[in-house]
């Protein structure tokens, strides 16, 4: 059964950049299954999916985050990670990893599978 | 972006009582919309896909209509465990967008 597990620094300064890993068990990220991707949520914006990466390397940002964010993926160690750069106190949120299915033909971008989150906090 | 409003943002009910949460698209998103249960500490889970389907496991009190902007998910009888907070999503237009939630509380 896959699963993923988030983890990373849970305080993060003004201006640095922010990096998570998600664990993948019970799957490879190195299939053309599913797309890996990351997804926040704050008080202040409710839940905005940052990006995605697909197992060939493609990778599907949200571009009101674009330029300072990038999910990037190492099948030898099964993991998948996000870096955002130049985080300010508006970058603070729970950040979840999670999965949509890209078995069918037609992607359906909804996302079938949550990790249980981790919260960031940018602050001095 | 397509925006998504969801009403109420808090309900208030009790065991055994239908309740209905509606979500908004700013344009028409056609049946591209999905239902998440959120529980503090909990990963979130999906519940209903393309507005209507629910997804395996998932109980059958649990259902979800509507297409083009307006949509709707109802518990027809709610359950202790169904206290929790609930999104809706796009996947219509890139890039993807979810409503600000509904929180299901105790009456």
């Known amino acids: 059964q896959l699963q993923l597990q988030e983890s990373g620094p849970g305080l993060v300064k003004p201006s640095e950049t922010l990096s998570l890993t998600c664990t993948v068990s019970?799957?490879?990220?190195?299939?053309?299954?599913?797309?890996w991707g990351w997804i926040r949520q704050s008080p202040g914006k409710g839940l905005e999916w940052i990006g995605s990466?697909?197992?060939?390397?493609?990778?599907y940002y949200n571009p009101s985050l674009k330029g300072r964010v990038t999910i990037s993926l190492d099948t030898s160690k099964n993991q998948f990670y996000l870096k955002l750069r130049s985080v300010t106190a508006a970058d603070s949120a729970v950040y979840y990893c999670?999965?949509?299915?890209?078995?069918?033909?037609?992607?359906?971008?909804?996302?079938?599978?949550w990790g249980r989150g981790t919260l960031v906090t940018v602050s001095s | 972006d397509i925006q998504m409003t969801q009403s109420p943002s808090t309900l208030s009910a009790s065991v055994g009582d239908r309740v209905t949460i509606t979500c908004r698209a700013s344009q028409s998103i056609s049946s591209s919309l999905a239902w998440y249960q959120d529980k503090p500490g909990k990963a979130p889970k999906v519940l209903i896909s393309q507005a209507s389907s629910l997804e395996t496991g998932v109980p059958s009190r649990f259902s979800g209509g509507g297409s083009g902007t307006e949509f709707t998910l109802t518990i027809s009888s709610l359950q202790p465990d169904d206290f929790a907070t609930y999104y809706c999503q796009q996947y219509s237009s890139y890039p993807w967008t979810f409503g600000q939630g509904t929180k299901v509380e105790i009456k």
């Open positions: 999670a999965i949509v299915n890209a078995a069918s033909y037609n992607v359906n971008w909804y996302f079938d599978l």
């Open positions: 019970g799957g490879s990220v190195n299939s053309g299954n599913y797309y």
């Open positions: 990466v697909y197992y060939s390397g493609n990778t």
